[in-house]
């Protein structure tokens, strides 16, 4: 079976393409600060969106898997310009997140424009993340305000490409 050829309309997005893994922090004045694994999956089928896979585990001082931590799934769009980027990801949480931002070469910048959540998940309000290459590899931040919290750092983790 052949690779299907990258959409055009996702060629500002086409350096996220891949398998990546690596580490990174978590903290909020909510969560005691963690370190974690993840994995990050970026594909497509040749039509305009990539399917982007996100898992994650708490690890301790070894680097050992401790247990399962975030997931979240969706997909990442472009938008009217040639720069633009919609994301949408949800989460086993009952957290649903929708953005609108802007890739400048290697680097992402992306804000929700909506947040959902069901009755029972946390009182999350807002997200920003950044996502951009840096050596080859695939850094990333996520802001959060979330439970009477304003915008802060929440997550950071920096991801090597797989195969």
Do not use: C, N
Not at 9 to 30: D, I, M, N
Not at 32 to 45: A, G, L, M, P
Not at 148 to 162: F, T
């Amino acid at each position: 079976m052949t690779t299907p050829t990258l959409h055009p309309s996702l060629e500002h997005l086409a350096f996220l393409v891949g398998e990546w893994q690596g580490l990174g922090v978590v903290g909020y004045p909510t969560i005691t600060e963690s370190r974690y694994e993840q994995e990050v999956s970026f594909s497509h089928d040749g039509r305009p969106f990539l399917a982007y896979i996100s898992k994650s585990w708490l690890i301790d001082d070894d680097g050992a898997r401790i247990r399962p931590a975030g997931a979240e799934t969706g997909f990442w769009r472009p938008g009217k310009q040639p720069r633009d980027v919609e994301v949408m990801l949800a989460h086993p949480t009952g957290i649903v997140e929708i953005y609108v931002g802007e890739a400048v070469f290697t680097q992402i910048e992306l804000a929700s424009e909506v947040v959902a959540r069901t009755e029972t998940a946390k009182d999350v309000k807002a997200f920003k993340r950044l996502y951009g290459l840096v050596e080859g590899d695939l850094a990333y931040a996520v802001d959060m305000a979330a439970l009477g919290h304003a915008l802060q750092p929440h997550l950071s983790a920096r991801l090597q490409k797989v195969g």
